[in-house]
């Protein structure tokens, strides 16, 4: 049995230097930061013994997969790795065709710890690097994985952690994608008992990102591409401390596409079978009016989904035809015309609305220029009258702004690629896009190993 003194016994020097550092610490900070260190040590030491102590153990060689000779050991040659207690080394035998055929050569304990040839960083160090990246500018990453374990690795190597397994998270979905247009439907995700019988909200929107104009280079003029978002989640009604009644997002799931409304369209239908959209007791859509995302609604959607417009948008509708009137209003300012609108749409007064409009349009006192205006507003209202009916909306505990996927935006686009000066390569967009949403989503561990990777740090507070 493995004992702290065969621990000490390995490398004497090194953590005699390391307790000698505690014992010169002062402070309370010194002490923490000396004694983590000395953690560190320790850990490491625990990997390596552990490593050469199995890859000890008797192997069984298989066969050459050239001519099927059984493989023959060639003794023990060294591997080393970086990790996230740092390097750790260890010898583990080495077999290999006795015809010497072209690419026999085997090491069966790396299979059994789960790495490949030529792998030079432990998995679990990488998902750490590449958790950081999500959230956080690449050279901001690595000086915070510096400074959470002492190990110092470049920025160009978070970026190629982050395009491979970015990749890979693209791969996947496409996976999905092909077996769902083969009329293969997905597994429903695993969903909360107390949240099944929660309405299922959809709301979509678009922000723009900064892109290079030619690829490899920063040079050039910046191109603005939209990339199209969705946020589905379960609608929860709570009281807060005073009495009000207040909406909750539970389960949210994000969906986000560099591309058009059909690429969206896809993907959306794919995580609503995720979220159980065949089987919630009512589902909700909302987004503003823009052609794609209603169309979107019309064709896949409207079907079983209650469509609402975005309030706030439809307001600005109202502003427009009241700024368009102007000041030829005979008892009102346009400000004042807009306040008395609004508080009708909001009460489920829209054809009041659409009648008064139409009114305006007939008085000879009514501005030419304003008629063009307020004829496509009254257009506009009257086509989306049933999408309109914010009080019925309200009454059924349903949203009525496009509030929370505009959050979603501001979170999982703005914050993380609109930065000053930062402009993006298409690949290398979708690459980190794709694991921030595996993030959000529940998804990014699997995407590593298929063993749980997240660190329980061990607290004496608990």
């Known amino acids: 049995m493995l004992t702290l003194k065969h621990i000490v016994e390995l490398d004497a020097l090194e953590l005699q230097q390391l307790y000698e550092n505690l014992q010169r610490s002062v402070t309370l900070a010194s002490l923490v930061l000396a004694a983590w260190q000395i953690g560190l040590w320790f850990a490491r030491a625990l990997v390596n013994h552990h490593l050469n102590e ?3 153990l008797p192997q069984l060689w298989g066969n050459c997969h050239q001519c099927g000779s059984r493989l023959e050991s060639k003794g023990f040659v060294s591997r080393r790795m970086l990790t996230l207690v740092g390097w750790v080394e260890w010898r583990r035998r080495v077999g290999r065709c006795p015809h010497r055929c072209a690419g026999s050569h085997d090491a069966p304990f790396d299979a059994v710890l789960g790495i490949v040839p030529y792998q030079q960083t432990s998995v679990e160090l990488v998902r750490l690097g590449c958790l950081l990246a999500v959230f956080l500018p690449f050279e901001l990453a690595v000086q915070l994985l510096s400074q959470l374990c002492g190990i110092r690795i470049s ?21 999905e994608l092909i077996s769902l247009d083969k009329g293969i439907e997905p597994a429903q995700e695993s969903i909360d008992p107390m949240f099944v019988d929660l309405p299922l909200v ?11 104009a030619q690829a490899g280079t920063p040079k050039g003029k910046i191109r603005f591409q939209e990339v199209k978002i ?20 539970e389960q949210r799931r994000l969906v986000a596409v560099l591309g058009d409304i059909a690429a969206l369209q896809a993907r959306l239908q794919l995580e609503a079978l995720h979220q159980g959209i065949t089987t919630a007791p009512q589902v909700v859509w ?18 079983i989904a209650i469509g609402i417009l975005d309030f706030y948008h439809a307001a600005q509708q109202l502003w427009e035809a ?9 008892t009102h300012t346009p400000g004042q015309w807009f306040e008395r609108l609004r508080h009708s749409l909001r009460h489920g007064y829209v054809h009041r609305i659409v009648q008064e409009l139409g009114r305006l349009l007939k008085y000879p006192s009514t501005p030419a220029s304003a008629k063009p205006v307020l004829k496509r507003v009254q257009q506009y209202l009257s086509k989306h009258l049933p999408h309109l009916q914010y009080r019925q909306f309200k009454k059924q505990g349903f949203p009525i702004g496009s509030g929370m996927v505009e959050s979603a ?12 000066g930062m402009r993006w390569s298409e690949a290398g967009f979708n690459h980190l896009l794709h694991l921030r949403l595996a993030w959000v989503n529940g998804r990014f561990d699997p995407l590593f190993a298929d063993h749980p990777l997240t660190l329980h740090l061990y607290s004496p507070n608990r």
């Open 230 to 249: 969705a946020l589905l989640a379960r609608l929860r009604s709570v009281q807060t401390r005073s009495a009000q009644t207040k909406t909750r997002l």
């Open 54 to 56: 199995r890859a000890q």
């Open 286 to 303: 909302i987004s503003d009016g823009a052609r794609g995302f209603r169309r979107l609604f019309e064709q896949h959607f409207a079907s």
């Open 155 to 175: 920025d160009d190597t978070v970026w190629q952690w982050v395009q491979q397994f970015g990749r890979q998270a693209i791969q996947q979905l496409e996976g």
């Open 409 to 420: 935006c501001k979170w999982l686009i703005e914050q993380r690629f609109k930065g000053t």
């Open 202 to 212: 959809i709301a979509a929107d678009g922000v723009s990102v900064p892109f290079r």
């Open 322 to 330: 009241a700024e368009a009137y102007d000041d030829t209003l005979p």
